[in-house]
């Protein structure tokens, strides 16, 4: 029998938005996927043959009647002043239609998909869009949430990434550097119409948005030389393959079985002290099985145990980070320091895949996670750098999302 000895810090929950969010310990393994390429950020062409996948576990094999209800946003994902009738053709409040049950598993689950645009509903404008699951036993808040784009390539984008910074050179940060371009785009005030937005790693603590040009060159707006494109660099992820119950993969020490569940021990990790070059996936994961032909209904769950050898901190929190757990600092991602091992420990129900993962320290009153203690920050870390343009048009009601561009900070390249 598993037993930890712990110490429970009680603190704020940081809450704000993700771009998939599960408001229910029912729904598990929540993904966002676009033309079946997980590697894809959550964005598609508006008026293309894109299509994007919402697909969520529900751990039982009772039926349940999902809904879910599109919302257009504005840059920051608050609802926009736009009506329905604005931004949908078709209807909203539709029932999640497919749905299967799990083949072979030990935890039972209940796989659910739906996609968009589909023969129900298409969207009619740019933006950003917010897409809320309700149960429909209890309707009254959303059991999940995701959040995804859709562009209008209206200006293009360059960019680059370099470890020479204006606060250090080679060190523990990266600076990014941006043009846009809009000769063939009508723009009356380009300086207040135009809203950049980075994220790191898709991670929305730390996203910069509210940037001003630092020149204006022709049609030309140039964000260089900016202190608030100035990222720590961080360090690879750690990563674990767990795809099957008798063969631990990588990073995986034992799986064992404790009824009902199968237990996943990872390695102990210690804290990063050097950069160690590695291929991973900038916090992604991949559901996988060698115990079947079709992951999404025959990968068994199991609960993973996370051991972090570090010393008790005081003043904040570790957290695993990740889209395993969403990238959201709620209590469950917590890691609590266990006094038996001398270490903090964490445990998470996961399906069999392939995992990304870090530890990140969240200071009390703080909203933005650090590295720094956990994986470190080493300038030649290769990190996802993804830059969403918006334009509000003089009148309009809403921003429209412009332009886009993804890049990756690699060493070897620059």
Same mark, same amino acid.
């Given at each position: 029998m598993r ?8 603190v ?14 029912q ?5 966002a996927?676009v033309?079946?390429d ?11 043959d894109?299509?994007i996948?919402?697909?969520f576990?529900?751990l039982?094999?009772?039926y ?5 209800r ?8 608050q609802?926009?002043d ?18 299967e049950?799990s083949?072979?598993?030990t935890?039972l ?8 645009p589909?023969?129900d509903v ?5 933006g950003?869009?917010?897409?809320e ?19 209008d ?15 250090d ?6 600076q990014?550097?941006?043009k846009i371009?809009?000769?063939?785009y009508?723009v009356?005030t380009p300086?207040n119409?135009?809203?950049?937005v980075v ?13 001003k040009?630092?020149?204006i ?5 140039e ?10 660099a961080?360090?690879?992820y ?11 993969g990588?990073?995986v020490?034992r ?7 199968f237990?996943?021990d990872?390695y102990v ?7 160690l070059?590695?291929n991973?996936q900038n ?10 032909y079709?992951?999404?209904?025959e ?6 145990h ?20 969403? %990238?959201?600092f709620?209590?469950?991602? #917590? @890691?609590q +320091?266990?006094?038996?091992k !001398? $270490?903090?420990?964490?445990?998470q129900?996961?399906?069999y ?11 009390e009153?703080?909203s ?8 470190g920050?080493f300038y %030649?870390?290769?990190n996802?750098?993804? #830059? @969403?343009? +918006?334009?509000?048009?003089? !009148? $309009? ?7 886009v ?10």
């Amino acid at each position: 029998m598993r037993k930890l000895l712990t110490i429970i810090l009680f603190v704020p929950i940081l809450m704000y938005a993700q771009f998939t969010e599960s408001h229910s310990p029912q729904l598990r393994t929540l993904q966002a996927m676009v033309n079946g390429d997980p590697n894809n950020p959550p964005i598609i062409t508006l008026g293309s043959d894109d299509e994007i996948i919402f697909s969520f576990d529900e751990l039982s094999h009772t039926y349940r009647r999902y809904t879910y209800r599109i919302t257009h946003c504005n840059s920051d994902w608050q609802p926009s002043d736009l009506h329905e009738i604005d931004y949908i053709s078709g209807f909203n409040d539709r029932t999640i239609e497919y749905w299967e049950n799990s083949s072979g598993t030990t935890q039972l689950y209940t796989h659910y998909e739906f996609y968009i645009p589909n023969e129900d509903v298409s969207l009619k404008v740019s933006g950003n869009y917010m897409v809320e699951v309700f149960d429909d036993e209890n309707d009254n808040a959303p059991v999940a949430i995701y959040r995804f784009a859709v562009v209008d390539r209206r200006l293009s984008l360059s960019a680059d990434v370099s470890g020479n910074t204006d606060i250090d050179f080679n060190k523990t940060h990266q600076q990014l550097n941006f043009k846009i371009a809009y000769s063939s785009y009508n723009v009356q005030t380009p300086a207040n119409d135009i809203k950049p937005v980075v994220y790191q790693n898709r991670r929305f603590d730390n996203r910069v948005s509210g940037l001003k040009p630092t020149y204006i060159t022709g049609s030309t707006l140039e964000y260089v030389h900016n202190k608030a494109l100035i990222f720590d660099a961080g360090n690879e992820y750690r990563r674990f393959e767990l795809t099957d119950p008798y063969s631990p993969g990588m990073n995986v020490e034992r799986v064992t079985y404790f009824e009902p569940y199968f237990h996943a021990d990872l390695y102990v990790d210690e804290p990063q002290k050097n950069y160690l070059h590695d291929n991973d996936q900038n916090g992604r994961f991949y559901i996988n099985t060698l115990q079947g032909y079709d992951a999404t209904l025959e990968a068994d769950y199991a609960l993973v145990h996370f051991t972090f050898d570090a010393p008790y901190r005081s003043g904040g929190n570790y957290y695993i980070l990740g889209d395993l757990c969403g %990238n959201r600092f709620v209590d469950s991602n #917590i @890691l609590q +320091y266990d006094n038996s091992k !001398g $270490a903090y420990s964490s445990v998470q129900l996961l399906k069999y895949g392939l995992y990304n993962y870090q530890y990140v320290w969240v200071p009390e009153n703080s909203s933005v996670a650090t590295t720094a203690g956990g994986e470190g920050n080493f300038y %030649n870390t290769e990190n996802e750098y993804l #830059i @969403l343009v +918006y334009h509000r048009e003089f !009148g $309009a009601r809403y921003d429209s999302l412009v332009g886009v561009l993804q890049l990756n900070y690699d060493i070897e390249q620059n």
